[in-house]
Each structure stands twice: as C-alpha cells, then as structure tokens.
C-alpha cells in the first residue's frame, strides 16, 4: 500500500509561480516507482500535467506543461515535486500525484496506469 500527500496549492495571482509537493509513504514504495502529476479542474477530464521516471529519472510533459512545468524528485525524501512559473487562470485545478511500481520503462501519460492517488491539492489561479 503505498500513501501519497500533495501539499503546495493554494491560491495565488497570474505570474506567480508556484511549487507543489507529493510526500510519498508505505511499505512497498520505493525509488523505482514511476510518478507523474495530474490535474483536474472543474467539468473536465483529469489531465495528464508530468511524470517522473523512477529508475530512468527521466521527465515527461503534456504540450501544455513545457516550459513553465518543471517535475523533480528527491529520491531521499520519497518526495516528487512540480515548479510551475508565469501561472495562468487556466492552470487553475486540482493537481493530483500518482505512482506505479515501476512496471513501464515508457512513463504513462493515462491515469488509469497508476495505481495508487493522492487526495490533490487546489491551485487557483487569479487574473
């Protein structure tokens, strides 16, 4: 069973920037598990936002993301983090983390890969 805790949301201004973080916790969490965000706002779909590979510590980003998302882990920490500069009205949402053990060399960009969720933390965004 593995737990994960978002914290960092909050409500801010367009322009700001903003760091979430994904406190991972459990007996069989472990470096290798592949991580990813995601993020929900709204009457719409839950949005694939970055991932983070766990053995790879390789990144991944939507189109949306690049350039102002920057994903990173502390492996140390079991801690997985999300930067966001020059914030927008439209990144406003819930943001989710997520975890798989590792079972994909190729980090998924679907939420229905991973298996275990945090509760997300709430990012609003004014203008």
């Known amino acids: 069973q593995v737990q994960l805790v978002e914290s960092g949301g909050g409500l801010v201004q367009a322009g700001d920037s903003l760091t979430l973080s994904c406190a991972a916790s459990g007996r069989t969490f472990s470096y290798h598990y592949n991580m990813a965000w995601f993020r929900q706002a709204p009457g719409t779909e839950r949005e694939f936002v970055a991932a983070?590979?766990?053995?790879?510590?390789?990144?991944q980003y939507a189109d949306s993301a690049e350039g102002r998302f920057r994903a990173s882990r502390d492996n140390a920490k079991n801690t997985m983090y999300l930067d966001i500069v020059n914030l927008k009205p439209e990144d406003t949402a819930v943001y989710y983390c997520?975890?798989?053990?590792?079972?994909?060399?190729?980090?998924?960009?679907?939420?229905?890969?991973?298996?275990?969720w945090g509760r997300g933390t709430q990012v609003t965004v004014s203008s």
């Open positions: 997520a975890a798989e053990p590792g079972r994909r060399d190729v980090l998924s960009t679907v939420w229905y890969d991973y298996d275990s």
């Open positions: 983070f590979g766990g053995k790879t510590a390789l990144s």
